[in-house]
């Protein structure tokens, strides 16, 4: 009765237009919500230039010259939101708009010498100086990253697949970008599957050229960067038909448009049209009508064909001759990778120092607002996403100077960590976008706020240069047969880190305690079992299906669940294993403190994954004991926050505004 009296009283008033509230119905007014910058209340505990140099690695001064270039041109469409500038493109452009503000981009950086010695040059310096154009490329603007990434790809391939005539012909023009490239590989109907590639060549002996065809749809090119407005040469990827025989697939320079930009005679191209991301990059259809090429457009480095038609090659077997053609392929899964991580980096700044500004809820009555990382659940969500990206960085940083000192030894191992930590790399990034997205709340559906648009940007590196769950499949087999190789030769394991299968076999101990949890030794021990035994799994269920009559394929198709379980732990460890040799790099000190939580809170929630659980590797109440730990850790990572960020080296404008003073930023004067 009470409560429908208090609801009669109200109506009255409100049709009297009583002015007279009743006095349980009174409300006070709160203070309007201020920004207070997350510098005035955090402390940075440790260096973070010193921090930065061990995670960026190399070319310091060149990715913050690089930074400045883009900052300092209009072209890079900088705007003023809440007193500050932010440099990301204009994303309510149409598509064509988008890609004429790409080409425009990469012109300019083009004068200003930022690619010079990329293609003309030899040696590991250069080689690390692309990856981190690469990596600053990929935080302004995916679209940039990847009509870069097919471009000079294009002219990786001439490079290393070609001989002198061709790096004399066509290099430096490449590199100039007075030939603007594309990589012709993917098929409609094959995508990760090149050796079935359907495009076929043949030689004409009278002629001295190369006749390419499109024989049926399904061949035709698909999803070729650059190729529907822009590209004017581009490299085919074909099987070469020699007098009948095939022999394989090949690659042939191409020209597809003239200086005019005319489509070239024999040639049709269509545009993919648009897309979920990446509108900045023309994707492209090409079918090649019996186009001819002259004999010296074959990139030759690994088989040739002589003026009369004969094939010539060193290496007689068509596996290790492919094998060999493909090898230096690797750069694009590379600078996938490395891209991935740095696109964590943007993700991970923005949304930190948004929860270290942002307030929700009061604990208690007439207390302020929470700031959103005070709360353990926004800590646990966000602080191992932190500690992946970190762990990523130092193995991304072994990566490239793995590509970049590589030999022809070597590539076997460079496909191996490439295909590996390609997909470890970008599934980690869609995870850190997703969480990241929802961390901010309805911020993170802005467009401007970068976060939320960039997993639509990132979502394909799923299945760029190679679907991740073939890939994984791809890591197993090739452990596989490091595995047999060992036991017929009767010798110890020797590379890709499998020098933990020669030693005893660690033990979990029956009962984890803190101290043991954060032992480095016992972190290693735990991922090395892992992937021991899911090892030996593999091999013993992959013998018996073969013992039932199947093939080696169908034996892998059959244990592909234990495939990507065996793909994922090796990746993890050996992202732990550079983390580790990362850390003992450094003296004594705060930057070692706080690297090392960060290392076991890594190690923590790779040993928190099911798969522990599920092979016995971990009893319920361990698993348990993990899960409080890694709350300890996150609590105690929360006061090097923003350092932790800060130490990305991601400057201001490249972030985005909910990074700062968001109450400005939205203001009516703005609107």
């Given at each position: 009765m009470e409560r429908a009296f208090q609801r009669t009283q109200v109506l009255t008033n409100h049709l009297l237009q009583s002015s007279t509230p009743l006095p349980s119905q009174t409300l006070s007014s709160n203070a309007?919500?201020?920004?207070?910058?997350?510098?005035?209340?955090?402390?940075?505990?440790?260096?973070?230039?010193?921090?930065?140099?061990?995670?960026?690695?190399?070319?310091?001064?060149e990715r913050d010259w690089l930074f400045g270039l883009m900052k300092q041109s209009e072209l890079f469409n900088p705007k003023v939101?809440?007193?500050?500038?932010?440099?990301?493109p204009d994303y309510n452009q149409s598509m064509e708009q988008q890609r004429e503000m790409t080409l425009k981009r990469i012109k300019y950086l083009q004068?200003?010498?930022?690619?010079?010695?990329?293609?003309?040059?030899?040696?590991?310096e250069i080689e690390m100086r692309k990856f981190s154009g690469f990596e600053i490329f990929s935080i302004y603007?995916?679209?940039?990253?990847?009509?870069?990434?097919?471009?000079?790809?294009?002219?990786?391939?001439?490079?290393?697949?070609?001989?002198?005539?061709?790096?004399?012909?066509?290099?430096?023009?490449?590199?100039?970008?007075s030939i603007k490239g594309c990589f012709a590989m993917t098929e409609l109907g094959h995508g990760s599957n090149i050796r079935s590639l359907e495009t076929v060549t043949t030689y004409d002996s009278n002629t001295g050229e190369f006749v390419i065809n499109t024989p049926c749809e399904s061949a035709q090119k698909f999803w070729i960067g650059g190729a529907a407005k822009h590209a004017t040469h581009t490299v085919v990827f074909s099987q070469l038909h020699i007098n009948g025989i095939n022999q394989g697939v090949h690659a042939f320079i191409v020209q597809i448009r003239d200086v005019d930009g005319n489509i070239c005679p024999n040639i049709r191209i269509a545009d993919c049209g648009h897309k979920i991301g990446l509108n900045g990059v023309d994707n492209g259809r090409i079918w090649l009508d019996n186009v001819r090429v002259p004999r010296e457009n074959l990139l030759n480095s690994v088989a040739d064909v002589s003026p009369d038609g004969k094939y010539l090659s060193s290496i007689k077997n068509p596996d290790q001759r492919f094998a060999a053609f493909m090898a230096p392929m690797t750069v694009g899964r590379v600078n996938i990778a490395i891209g991935a991580v740095y696109q964590s980096k943007v993700a991970l700044a923005i949304t930190i120092r948004y929860a270290l500004t942002r307030r929700a809820f009061s604990l208690k009555p007439n207390e302020p607002e929470v700031l959103l990382l005070d709360y353990p659940s926004h800590q646990r969500r966000l602080f191992p996403l932190v500690a992946k990206t970190y762990a990523m960085s130092f193995a991304a940083n072994y990566l490239k100077v793995l590509?970049?000192?590589?030999?022809?030894?070597?590539?076997?191992?460079?496909?191996?960590?490439s295909s590996s930590f390609k997909a470890t790399f970008t599934w980690n990034n869609m995870q850190i976008l997703q969480e990241c997205r929802e961390a901010c709340g309805g911020q993170g559906l802005r467009t401007e706020n970068r976060v939320g648009h960039l997993k639509g940007e990132y979502d394909v590196q799923s299945t760029f240069e190679g679907d991740n769950f073939l890939l994984m499949q791809l890591v197993s087999k090739a452990l596989f047969a490091e595995y047999m190789a060992a036991q017929k030769r009767n010798k110890v394991f020797k590379g890709l880190g499998l020098e933990h299968m020669n030693k005893p076999c660690p033990v979990i101990p029956s009962q984890l305690t803190s101290t043991t949890l954060r032992c480095s030794q016992f972190q290693m021990d735990a991922l090395c079992l892992r992937e021991r035994d899911l090892l030996n799994r593999f091999v013993a269920d992959v013998l018996k299906c073969k013992a039932k009559g199947e093939n080696t394929e169908q034996a892998f198709n059959t244990c592909y669940e234990l495939a990507k379980d065996l793909g994922r732990a090796f990746?993890?460890?050996?992202?732990?294993?550079?983390?580790?040799?990362?850390?003992?790099?450094?003296?004594?000190?705060?930057?070692?403190?706080?690297?090392?939580?960060?290392?076991?809170?890594?190690?923590?929630?790779?040993?928190?994954?099911?798969s522990f659980l599920r092979y016995g590797y971990l009893s319920v109440d361990n698993g348990a004991n993990v899960r409080r730990e890694i709350t300890k850790l996150c609590n105690e990572l929360r006061p090097h926050a923003l350092a932790l960020i800060s130490s990305?080296?991601?400057?201001?404008?490249?972030?985005?505004?909910?990074?700062?003073?968001?109450?400005?930023?939205?203001?009516?004067?703005?609107?």
């Open positions: 309007c919500l201020s920004y207070s910058p997350p510098e005035l209340s955090e402390n940075y505990a440790f260096d973070v230039k010193e921090m930065r140099k061990l995670i960026d690695s190399h070319n310091l001064e939101k809440g007193g500050k500038v932010f440099v990301s004068e200003r010498g930022v690619f010079k010695g990329w293609l003309t040059e030899k040696g590991e603007d995916h679209s940039l990253f990847t009509k870069l990434g097919v471009h000079f790809p294009m002219g990786g391939a001439i490079q290393f697949c070609g001989t002198k005539h061709h790096h004399d012909k066509w290099l430096r023009d490449t590199e100039n970008y590509h970049a000192k590589g030999t022809p030894q070597s590539n076997k191992g460079i496909h191996i960590v990746s993890e460890r050996a992202i732990f294993q550079k983390f580790v040799e990362a850390e003992s790099t450094l003296p004594a000190g705060s930057l070692k403190n706080v690297l090392g939580t960060l290392r076991s809170l890594y190690a923590s929630i790779c040993i928190e994954d099911v990305f080296g991601i400057p201001d404008a490249f972030l985005s505004p909910i990074a700062f003073n968001w109450i400005d930023t939205n203001s009516w004067s703005l609107v």
